[in-house]
């Protein structure tokens, strides 16, 4: 589905350790013709049309406004925290981002491939899901919420992706 795909969450990634049991996780991949850089990635993709009404929404339901200039500090490195994340880890390739809550991350990479004539750049994304403890039976559960929205966030991390790599498509880079 626009040429982005479910794929293997890559083994020694920075999401890898949210991907056992008991918790969710999903990967998703898309490429692009020449090299990406890695910051070029993390601002188009918190700067897409898409992302702009999660950001509206944080913005005036949680009081957690965000911009286009820390979207780029994050990018850069220089920020820590962005709307309703932090940085848990990050590596020249990687980001890993977790919600205000604990429960939700949020990942990025970017993987080059190719030849010196034929550079091209796989964009990820991926997600993973802390489960909660219920309190009256001790069994831990990712939740009545997130269960009934998860068909929603998949579909919507797909269009997210694709939408990054439909901008950062039209920022320069080597070919």
Known sequence: ???IEKCALPTQSLLAKYSHDGMYADTYRTEIQGEILFDAYIF???TTVLFKI????L???LRLPSNDNQ???????ARNEFAAWRVEA???NELLMC???GRTRSWFMVHHLGSENNKRTQLYFGSAVAPV???KTGKSSLGFVFRALLGSHKIYSIFLLYFAKQKVAAFPRTN
């Open 99 to 101: 919600d205000i809550s």
């Open 90 to 92: 990050r590596n020249d």
């Open 71 to 77: 979207a780029k500090e994050l990018a850069d490195g």
């Open 133 to 135: 403890i219920n309190q």
């Open 44 to 46: 188009a993709f918190y």
């Open 59 to 61: 913005a005036h339901v």
């Open 1 to 3: 589905m626009l040429s």
């Open 54 to 57: 999660e950001q509206f929404i």
